[in-house]
């Protein structure tokens, strides 16, 4: 794919080609590993011309290659980690209730200590009040598992959690995409969230019945919606809350990571 930007041709250019017009187009190579490579995206039909950043990338726009580095594979790298941290600290959270370990409150500290970690990593982009705003919604959201947890352990109706969760995660979706609006569609965030909260939920109650099969299930499904995705989610599966955060942060910032 090519970014095509209009710069004013230099009296040089304009001796050496007569027959263009004042301005002329300026290709830039796009590369972007989430997205399969075709046939236009590696042919180049024009003069070498030198590499340059587009001001604005959309949502749907490969990342420049100049960004395709060890800095960003790290940096998302540092994101799944962060998410597996957080999703898979859930889930340790209700086995150690449901077998009544002491080391239950522990646990709960730790997915704390995970939603704030995950602020942290928003902390260098936008500033420490967003970052600390991020992990407090994340740890709201995490405190009202812990509730649901309690209540499918007690026998009880976890409808009015749920309805806390959508509101939690309307609160986070739209906070995150007014930090990014390009990159950060409200839509795509919550319906990634929800199915994270949902996972949550069928994990806990298949725990607690002893339904190990659908809990084995439901676990690879967390990791695959919070961390991993699905490949080539461009055509039919999905990218991960990890790297659509990740890579809206890259998209945004672009010469953060020129190496």
């Known amino acids: 794919m090519y970014i095509r930007r209009s710069t004013s041709a230099n009296t040089d250019t304009e001796k050496k080609i007569e027959a263009r017009p004042k301005s002329?187009?300026?290709?830039?190579?796009?590369?972007?590993?989430?997205?399969?490579?075709?046939?236009?995206?590696?042919?180049?039909?024009?003069?070498?011309?030198?590499?340059?950043m587009k001001k604005k990338i959309g949502p749907f726009d490969p990342?420049?290659?100049?960004?395709?580095?060890?800095?960003?594979?790290?940096?998302?790298?540092?994101?799944?980690?962060?998410?597996?941290?957080?999703?898979?600290?859930?889930?340790?959270?209700?086995?150690?209730?449901?077998?009544?370990?002491?080391?239950t409150p522990s646990v709960e500290k730790n997915l704390a200590r995970a939603a704030a970690a995950i602020g942290d990593f928003f902390v260098p982009y936008y500033g420490m009040k967003a970052g600390t705003k991020i992990g407090s919604l994340l740890t709201v959201i995490a405190n009202n598992g812990v509730k649901v947890v309690d209540a499918i352990k007690n026998n009880r109706d976890i409808a009015a959690y749920a309805t806390?969760?959508?509101?939690?995660?309307?609160?986070?979706?739209?906070?995150?995409?007014?930090?990014?609006?390009?990159?950060?569609?409200?839509?795509?965030l919550t319906e990634q969230f929800t199915s994270l909260v949902n996972a949550w939920t069928t994990d806990f109650k298949a725990r607690y019945a002893?339904?190990?099969?659908?809990?084995?299930?439901t676990l690879d499904l967390?990791?695959?919606?919070a961390v991993s995705g699905i490949?080539?989610?461009?055509?039919?599966?999905?990218?991960?809350?990890?790297?659509?955060?990740?890579?809206?942060?890259?998209?945004?910032?672009?010469?953060?990571?020129?190496e």
Not at 210 to 217: C, E, K, N, R, Y
């Open 24 to 52: 002329e187009e300026c290709l830039i190579i796009i590369v972007d590993p989430d997205r399969p490579a075709d046939s236009m995206t590696t042919q180049i039909t024009t003069e070498v011309m030198p590499v340059e």
């Open 63 to 103: 990342l420049p290659s100049v960004v395709i580095n060890e800095k960003t594979l790290v940096f998302r790298m540092d994101s799944r980690t962060l998410w597996t941290r957080y999703s898979l600290g859930m889930i340790n959270y209700s086995v150690s209730s449901f077998g009544s370990l002491g080391s």
């Open 164 to 188: 806390i969760w959508s509101k939690q995660i309307d609160e986070l979706a739209l906070y995150l995409h007014e930090l990014n609006p390009s990159q950060y569609p409200i839509d795509l």
């Open 210 to 217: 002893g339904d190990f099969v659908t809990d084995s299930i």
């Open 222 to 225: 967390i990791l695959k919606i």
């Open 231 to 258: 490949p080539n989610h461009t055509n039919k599966g999905y990218t991960s809350i990890a790297d659509i955060l990740s890579r809206g942060i890259i998209a945004q910032f672009p010469l953060s990571f020129v």
